[in-house]
Nanobody, 124 residues
Framework: QVQLVESGGGLVQPGGSLRLSCAASGFTLNYYAIGWFRQAPGKEREGVSCIGRNGGSRYYANSVKGRFTISRDNAKDTVYLHMNSLNPEDTAVYYC?????????????????WGQGTQVTVSS
């Protein structure tokens, strides 16, 4: 059974940092690009970042560029999202998923199901 399980969210003050993890099981991680998406209250889900199968392609939404870094460890079946300089606009539920495509300039929609996500709340 294909599963992507997110973890690492929490409550953090503005300017703080978090590292999200996405643990994959039921499929061969290094065959797929992986993306991070987020959904804030009252807003549509948006693609935040993605990383190609071997890490060659990396995309960041303009809103997170320079603050977030995506990485992957295929040996551990895990993809990470390092988030720095967090601000209240980053508050959302964060999901990892397999996008239909991932390039340096864009991310495709998720072609699988969504997991539970992990809540990130940035507040003083």
């Amino acid at each position: 059974q294909v599963q992507l399980v997110e973890s690492g969210g929490g409550l953090v003050q503005p300017g703080g940092s978090l590292r999200l993890s996405c643990a994959a099981s039921g499929f061969t991680l290094n065959y797929y690009a992986i993306g991070w998406f987020r959904q804030a209250p009252g807003k549509e889900r948006e693609g935040v970042s993605c990383i190609g199968r071997n890490g060659g392609s990396r995309y960041y939404a303009n809103s997170v560029k320079g603050r977030f870094t995506i990485s992957r460890d295929n040996a551990k079946d895990t993809v990470y999202l390092h988030m720095n300089s967090l601000n209240p606009e980053d508050t959302a539920v964060y999901y990892c998923a397999r996008p239909t495509f991932c390039t340096d300039v864009g991310i495709g929609p998720n072609f699988g199901s969504w997991g539970q996500g992990t809540q990130v709340t940035v507040s003083s």
